[in-house]
């Protein structure tokens, strides 16, 4: 199964075909209608309006500052600047926490904005929301590792998952996602070993960010993917523009790495 043969919007069930078949699933951030036109000429299979856009887009330091409204603006634009790819938004910080009911309103404002799923952070203390959710007819993809929403609470941007305790909470917090309805589950920054055999104990897509190869897919942010600005980038950052003719080679050629399993590279990934 190629998601390429297919000439409407993917949707969920063809992300888990494309799965179950053994194909990687490429993501990107995207936050405007002209990105979101090339990235879906280039092949990529979802786009995430992630509130990354809190730094790349409103330069702010962290994502708390990014609200519900943000993230309709920009989801409502990617999905009229695409045809194909399927449409992931980010819950932000304090729009799901205070509890289901909470989120499922402002999941609501989301999906109507053109989310076709939605996703948030967090591991048990999440499941029973993301249970709520996927009851109510919201798709639900859960995020684990580094949680950006939580960088204040870890202490900054650093490795989740190392230790044995830790693992073993990060695998619990998996199975407990996947139970509760998650069909999807974002993996950032944790051991590649870790991230591999959490993969492999799941029955849903797992995407990597900073997570090793062994994910069902990956995701990229499109600003670092793509240089933009130049400078310093996190360790599991490639830069496809190098060597690539335009901006829309570049995006081919991370498809391209994602599917091949030449992107994520030893020199992209943490041990544990």
């Keep these: 199964m190629s998601a390429q043969t297919i000439t409407r919007r993917l949707t969920q069930a063809d992300l888990a075909k494309l799965y179950a078949s053994g194909e990687k699933v490429s993501m990107f951030t995207c936050y405007d209608a002209s990105f979101a036109r090339l990235l879906d000429g280039a092949g990529v299979e979802t786009l995430l309006i992630g509130d990354s856009l809190g730094n790349v887009i409103q330069g702010h330091d962290t994502t708390l500052p990014v609200t519900v409204a943000d993230i309709a603006y920009h989801t409502a634009a ?6 194909h790819a399927f449409i992931l938004a980010d819950m932000p910080f304090g729009s ?14 989301l999906m109507a904005a053109g989310a076709q799923m939605v996703k948030l952070e967090g591991g048990a203390e999440m499941a029973a929301t993301v249970e709520f959710l ?11 590792g580094l949680t950006p929403q939580s960088v204040h609470a870890l202490g900054g941007y650093k490795v989740q998952g190392k230790g044995e305790a830790a693992a ?3 695998r619990d ?3 407990l996602l996947q139970q509760a309805g998650a069909t999807m589950l974002v993996l950032e920054a944790i051991p590649a070993a870790l991230a591999a055999e959490v993969t492999a104990s799941l029955n849903i897509i ?21 240089d933009i600005p130049p400078g310093k980038k996190a360790k ?3 830069n496809f523009m190098d060597g690539a003719s335009s901006l829309h080679d570049a995006a081919i050629r991370a498809v391209a790495a994602i599917k091949d399993g ?3 590279a030893p020199e992209h990934t943490y041990a544990g």
């Design 78 to 83: 990617v999905k009229r600047g695409s045809d």
């Design 96 to 109: 799901y926490q205070e509890s289901p009911e909470q989120a499922f309103r402002n999941a609501v404002t």
């Design 134 to 144: 996927t009851q109510r007819g919201i798709p639900v993809c859960g995020h684990l």
């Design 168 to 170: 073993q909470r990060l």
């Design 173 to 175: 917090d998996a199975l």
């Design 206 to 226: 797992t995407i990597g960010i900073g997570a090793g190869k062994d994910c069902s897919g990956q995701v990229l942010v499109l600003h670092d993917a793509f």
């Design 236 to 238: 599991f950052v490639r």
């Design 262 to 264: 030449s992107y994520p």
